[in-house]
Structure formats: structure tokens, C-alpha cells
């Protein structure tokens, strides 16, 4: 943790702590340097993953269907740098869901971890006069929204916020689209990395579950006074029909069995619960612009890569009813500026200071705009879904 807290800059850690933790053996992590690691990288590209750490995906991991097109090959980590091997990414004819075939075996899909971050201190924000603006108009938004008193706070915050619309989606957006009509119950944040939601989701009065795999994400997340368990996913231990709601902030693109993992957070909830998820959109104006370089290929950690509809397939297949996608914030100009730097061969966090080209940045703010009209070309897909008041134990 020293090392890399020596290298990684702020900007990274910041991006890495909301990225899904649960599939990363915890013995794996952070035992090299981030400086290492990129300057092995050019040695790890030509390096293959081990053959016995590879299985094959012949069918559709969401839907089935065997009918596909290749849509890019010799992928390598260029996110992390720390991942041998290249990588073949299919489309389902069928669902449109991406995947890669072949991928790590869930044995060794560590290597693909071996830096991975989610365990830092949890504080969040900008600092200094301007970062405590922006937190009592943030706090006094959320106070108005759900009638609560968290301080400090601006009581012009809600009016202010309920005024400008991307900032409006970015706040609902951290706190997950937290119910308004119903009095807080029991929630879960599977990969709950440092247990950032969990503070806020016990200010709002929730109480609060996390998961994670990693144990000092899981000691982070507990100075928050949540009940965080140290578990996997799609095996996480946790008592059946216990939950209200369930979140999932970018995990279930990291899981070898989707479906089985859906089904698991089916098991855990009550009947009439409900699963909020997020994950990124292959159909994304950011994907459409970078292709093989898109930030959210992430390979190959991200095993499987949802569209709008064939999140639903998944959701639907594993029990769930009333799918509702909510509206999106606006990341278009940072994953572009992230991608620009993979498309450069740069590290797409790197330290030092980027801006986009003005026709790059018209572009995001266009694919920003697009995406208003048209949801189905989010940068991110977020949704919820219910179990029905009538399901049984599954
Ligand atoms: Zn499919
Ligand atoms: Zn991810």
C-alpha cells in the first residue's frame, strides 16, 4: 500500500476505489508498485496468460445464443499494466452483450488484480473553500431530497441543485438512486470497497451490509459502523430474503456467471426488494468514438460488457420484474479523455495534466448531448429492478 500510495495519482485512486473489488483475491493485491508494473508492461504484452488459466466462452454468457462476431482481438491491459496476455472480444448476435473468449479461469483471474485499488480512507471531495461549498450544496440537496439533516449544509443547496440537471444526476447517481417514497429498510453494497456509500446510506437511515473481498477494503468500510462481511460474489453468505435493497456499482462486468450472480442477489433480497446496478454501456458515444481503445474495455478484467437490453435479459432471467433505467450523468468528456490516453499509449490515469483537443471535446459534449435524447447511448447504464411481493425462497 505504501508503494503505490507513492506513485498512483489522486486522480487514479479516486477512479479505482468505486471500481468493483469482490472479484480480487485479497492476497493479490498491491504487492507490486504501480511504476513497476507499467514499466513491466511492454514485457507483460508479449507474455501469454498460462494456458491451464484459460477457459473457453462458446455460447452467450447473458443469453446463450452461440451466433457471434468478432469484434476486436489482441486486447491488453492498458489500464492497470498489470496483466499478461491478449484478448479476443466477441458480440452476442443475439443480446449484444460483449465478452471475451477465451478468459482467466476464476483461479487465476488474480493476475489480472495484482494492483488492483479499493481500500483507501474513504474521504471523499474536494478540499479548501470551494470543495466546502460544493459539500453544503451537495448536503443541502440531499437533505431537501430525503428529508434528513446532514451537515454541513446549505439549505439554498436543493434549489440551487434541482436547477442544474447534470449536477442534479451526478448527486443521485452516489447515492444510488436511494429511494424517496419508502422509509429506509436494510441494504447491502456488494464490492463495497471502502464503504463510501455505506457512510452516506447510514446518514439517510438505512442499515447498512457491505461486501468485499478484499480485507482492508473490509476494515476501511467498517470504521464507517456498517456490518461489512469479508465474502465473494457470487458467493457472498448472506442470509436469505434479509435485504431491501441491493447495490452493485460496477461489479457485475468483473463476474464469470452474470446470471448466477443476479440470481444470488435475487436470493438475498426480500420479496417486493429491489437491486440497484450500474455498469458500462457498450453502446456508449464513447465506445462508438475509441473502439479497442475505449477506457470501459478494461481487459480482462471486464469479462462481460452489457447494453441497456441485454442488462434487462440478465435481470429477467435471473427473477427479477419492472426494470427501470435511470438517467445518467454525464461522463462522456473524462472516459474520453481517459481513452485519448490508452489510443496515445499513455497510462489513462497518468499524472500528468491533459486536456482534450477542442474537436474531441465538442465530440464528448456532443455524445453527452445524444445521450440525453437517447439513454441507450449512456457512458454507464444504471438500473433497478423488483423482486416480486410474490417470490418464494429461490
Ligand atoms: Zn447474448
Ligand atoms: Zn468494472
Known amino acids: 500500500m505504501q508503494a503505490l500510495d507513492c506513485h498512483l495519482p489522486a486522480f487514479r485512486k479516486t477512479f479505482v476505489k468505486n471500481f468493483?473489488?469482490?472479484?480480487?483475491?485479497?492476497?493479490?493485491?498491491?504487492?507490486?508498485?504501480?511504476?513497476r508494473n507499467k514499466m513491466d508492461h511492454n514485457q507483460m504484452e508479449i507474455q501469454p496468460w498460462p494456458q491451464e488459466g484459460l477457459e473457453r466462452v462458446e455460447s452467450c454468457p447473458i443469453c446463450g445464443e452461440v451466433d457471434r462476431e468478432l469484434l476486436y482481438e489482441g486486447l491488453t491491459d492498458r489500464v492497470f499494466f498489470c496483466a499478461p496476455g491478449r484478448w479476443s472480444l466477441y458480440r452476442c448476435m443475439a443480446c449484444g452483450s460483449a465478452f471475451l473468449d477465451p478468459r482467466p479461469t476464476p483461479a487465476t483471474i488474480a493476475m489480472a488484480y495484482n494492483i488492483y485499488f479499493t481500500h483507501d480512507d474513504g474521504v471523499e471531495g474536494a478540499k479548501g473553500l470551494f470543495g466546502s461549498l460544493k459539500r453544503r450544496l451537495r448536503n443541502g440537496y440531499i437533505n431537501g431530497l430525503y428529508n434528513k439533516n446532514i451537515q454541513p449544509a446549505s439549505k439554498i443547496g436543493h434549489l440551487i441543485t434541482s436547477l442544474l440537471p447534470p449536477k442534479r444526476r451526478q448527486i443521485d447517481e452516489s447515492v444510488r438512486h436511494l429511494p424517496t417514497t419508502r422509509p429506509p429498510g436494510t441494504l447491502v453494497d456488494i464490492g463495497c470497497g471502502n464503504?463510501?456509500?455505506?457512510?452516506?446510506?447510514?446518514?439517510?437511515?438505512?442499515?447498512?451490509w457491505g461486501v468485499d473481498i478484499d480485507p482492508k477494503a473490509v476494515a476501511t468500510a467498517r470504521k464507517t459502523g456498517a456490518k461489512v462481511i469479508h465474502g465473494g460474489f457470487p458467493d457472498t453468505g448472506l442470509p436469505s430474503q434479509h435485504f431491501d435493497l441491493v447495490t452493485l456499482s460496477h461489479v457485475i462486468e468483473h463476474v464469470h456467471d452474470p446470471i448466477a450472480a443476479l440470481q444470488e442477489v435475487f436470493r438475498i433480497?426480500?420479496?417486493?426488494?429491489?437491486?440497484?446496478?450500474?455498469?458500462?454501456?457498450?453502446?456508449?458515444?464513447?465506445?462508438?468514438?475509441?473502439?479497442p481503445t475505449w477506457l470501459a474495455l478494461d481487459s480482462p478484467r471486464h469479462l462481460v460488457i452489457f447494453t441497456r437490453q441485454s442488462l434487462k435479459?440478465?435481470?429477467?432471467?435471473?427473477?427479477?420484474?419492472?426494470?427501470?433505467?435511470?438517467?445518467?450523468?454525464?461522463?462522456?468528456?473524462?472516459i474520453f479523455k481517459n481513452s485519448l490516453r490508452i489510443s496515445r499509449g499513455e497510462d489513462p490515469f497518468g499524472s500528468e495534466e491533459s486536456k482534450l483537443p477542442l474537436f474531441l471535446y465538442f465530440e464528448a459534449k456532443l455524445a453527452d448531448f445524444q445521450a440525453l435524447l437517447n439513454p441507450s447511448l449512456c457512458e454507464n447504464i444504471i438500473a433497478t429492478a423488483k423482486k416480486s411481493n410474490l417470490s418464494q425462497v429461490v
Open 269 to 291: 433480497l426480500k420479496p417486493g426488494g429491489q437491486i440497484w446496478i450500474s455498469t458500462p454501456n457498450m453502446e456508449s458515444g464513447s465506445h462508438a468514438r475509441f473502439g
Open 195 to 208: 464503504g463510501q456509500f455505506l457512510r452516506m446510506a447510514m446518514q439517510l437511515g438505512w442499515q447498512t
Open 20 to 35: 468493483c473489488s469482490v472479484c480480487c483475491p485479497a492476497d493479490a493485491l498491491l504487492n507490486k508498485s504501480y511504476i
Open 313 to 334: 435479459t440478465a435481470l429477467i432471467s435471473a427473477g427479477f420484474s419492472d426494470v427501470d433505467y435511470k438517467p445518467c450523468p454525464m461522463h462522456a468528456t473524462e
